[in-house]
């Protein structure tokens, strides 16, 4: 009786207890890449940059190397400063000077309503082509906003940013509003989350490998600060202050980028933009490095881990996979499809074509929790590793209603066998130290159909991917 009542119950309309589907008018492609653009955030970054390591802390692309490839990603970006030397020389004729380093931030947005109200769920990828001192491939930290009483047009009133999630190794670090260390930049242009990068190297004891931290400092209170005192910010978890270098700041948000005087970052200037220090070497704000970076989408790397790919062997290994139920194929930014519909596998496994073993035993973007919401959320940081485990794909975590995946989605045979490509679980910014309960939803039943107001775009591409250009300079 009770597996006729939970197959009953994901396939009827939903309400449980939260208000059931209305409809909201859908978002414009402009409005999605609008929203995203207004509420990515600032990046204040430490580097280490001594003895011949110029640029390695830099953000990137995928293929700043232009040979198409991820798995060589590494032992190329081990060769930024050959990057940068060509620049100062003006070597034209260098191989460097195809490089196309273009700062970016992999993104995706998922609209979806409850009741006459929409929210937003925006992801930001901060990808760093090495970590751990060069010796790993593939860095994947990300920075998550919810949104609520989106309207259609980014910061209008009665909107509001509800929660945020930061990557801190393998801790999930949540803010809501009105918490201490959620701290924003407010322009006319955009509202962005500041946020500390620790540099690639350091102990397991320090700030290292590029996680990240919530800056505890108000806007007001940097801006305030004579542009010769050090450049530093205090970050949670530490609460203490820790050197910037960088300024990563979204090149869309052109307020923001004219009050911090950001460039992009082009062969042409790259040597007048490295940090250049180690990561004890403090500067001050006048000397930190302000670099615009750009948008890409999620959905651009998603195609390369699938098993139909030809060429999904040249970025990943198979030791690794992950099968998703696509109710829609994956697009790019044209509507043509790249992944089709159906039960599909995909590989994640990290290939380093620079390493003995070919991987550093990572796995790439469909492998990760956050992009299914799927994360044990900590209020502060602790020791790397000791998250709880949130037991999603197993069936048995459940949200702040009683409901599991296969609830919500209707499909009772997906625990520990597949991920469903709408499975989403929307935190709300508290914590529940329940080991397998997290506080937040599943969306329910068909919350991503335009009829339900709700958009899933973490398989849809909607930023054009501009293949080997530089960033324009004004």
């Known amino acids: 009786m009770l597996a006729l009542v939970l197959v009953v119950l994901g396939t009827l309309p939903v309400t449980g207890n939260r208000a059931?589907?209305?409809?909201?008018p859908l978002l414009t492609t402009a409005q999605r890449q609008a929203y995203l653009n207004y509420y990515a955030p600032v990046i204040f970054k430490r580097a280490n940059e001594d003895n011949g390591q110029d640029g390695r802390d830099w953000l990137t692309n995928y293929d700043f190397d232009q040979d198409r490839n991820f798995a060589t990603n590494r032992y190329h970006w081990l060769e930024s400063e050959h990057y940068v030397a060509a620049s100062a020389a003006n070597a034209t004729t260098s191989p460097y000077a195809a490089w196309r380093i273009r700062p970016t931030l992999y993104t995706s947005l998922v609209e979806y309503a409850s009741g006459t109200t929409k929210s937003l769920v925006l992801l930001y990828h901060?990808?760093?082509?090495?970590?751990?001192?060069?010796?790993?491939i593939h860095d994947w930290e990300r920075i998550e906003l919810?949104?609520?009483?989106v309207t259609g047009t980014p910061g209008a009133t009665g909107e509001y940013v509800n929660n945020s999630t930061i990557t801190h190794h393998h801790e999930h670090i949540i803010r809501k509003r009105g918490d201490s260390g959620f701290n924003f930049m407010n322009t006319a242009t955009g509202r962005h989350l500041m946020v500390w990068q620790a540099d690639e190297a350091g102990s397991v004891l320090a700030t290292h490998a590029h996680e990240l931290r919530y800056v505890n400092d108000t806007y007001s209170s940097l801006v305030s600060q004579p542009v010769t005192d050090n450049a530093e910010v205090e970050i949670s978890g530490k609460d203490e202050n820790k050197n910037v270098h960088y300024v990563f700041v979204?090149?869309?948000?052109?307020?923001?980028?004219?009050?911090?005087?950001?460039?992009?970052?082009?062969?042409?200037n790259a040597s007048t933009l490295i940090g250049g220090h180690d990561n004890e070497h403090t500067v001050d704000w006048y000397q930190a490095k302000r670099i615009t970076y750009e948008l890409q989408d999620?959905?651009?790397?998603?195609?390369?881990?699938?098993?139909?790919?030809?060429a999904w062997s040249t970025h990943w290994l198979s030791s690794a996979s992950d099968d998703v139920e696509l109710e829609s194929p994956v697009v790019d930014e044209t509507g043509a499809v790249?992944?089709?519909?159906?039960?599909?596998?995909?590989?994640?496994?990290?290939?380093?074509?620079?390493?003995?073993?070919?991987?550093?035993?990572?796995?790439?973007i469909i492998h990760k929790d956050w992009l299914y919401g799927v994360y044990s959320a900590e209020a502060d940081e602790d020791i790397e590793g000791s998250s709880d485990h949130f037991p999603a794909f197993e069936g048995t975590?459940?949200?702040?209603?009683?409901?599991?995946?296969?609830?919500?989605?209707?499909?009772?045979?997906?625990?520990?066998?597949?991920?469903?490509?709408?499975?989403?679980?929307?935190?709300?910014?508290?914590?529940?130290?329940?080991?397998?309960?997290?506080?937040?939803?599943?969306?329910?039943?068909?919350?991503?159909?335009?009829?339900?107001?709700?958009?899933d775009g973490r398989w849809v591409q909607l930023f054009d991917d501009r293949p080997g250009l530089e960033p324009s300079i004004p």
């Open 20 to 24: 059931a589907h209305a409809t909201v």
């Open 146 to 149: 919810v949104v609520r009483n």
């Open 250 to 268: 979204p090149q869309a948000s052109s307020a923001t980028v004219t009050a911090w005087g950001a460039k992009p970052l082009t062969f042409a």
């Open 298 to 310: 999620i959905a651009d790397i998603i195609p390369t881990h699938w098993a139909g790919n030809p």
């Open 126 to 136: 901060v990808y760093n082509a090495a970590d751990k001192e060069g010796a790993a």
């Open 338 to 364: 790249e992944v089709g519909a159906g039960r599909q596998r995909f590989y994640s496994k990290s290939r380093d074509n620079g390493a003995s073993d070919l991987t550093d035993d990572r796995e790439g």
């Open 397 to 455: 975590g459940t949200d702040s209603y009683g409901w599991t995946r296969q609830m919500a989605s209707g499909r009772h045979d997906s625990p520990d066998a597949y991920w469903w490509q709408h499975d989403l679980f929307v935190h709300d910014g508290t914590v529940d130290t329940a080991s397998s309960r997290e506080n937040g939803e599943w969306l329910r039943g068909a919350w991503y159909t335009a009829a339900n107001g709700g958009f």
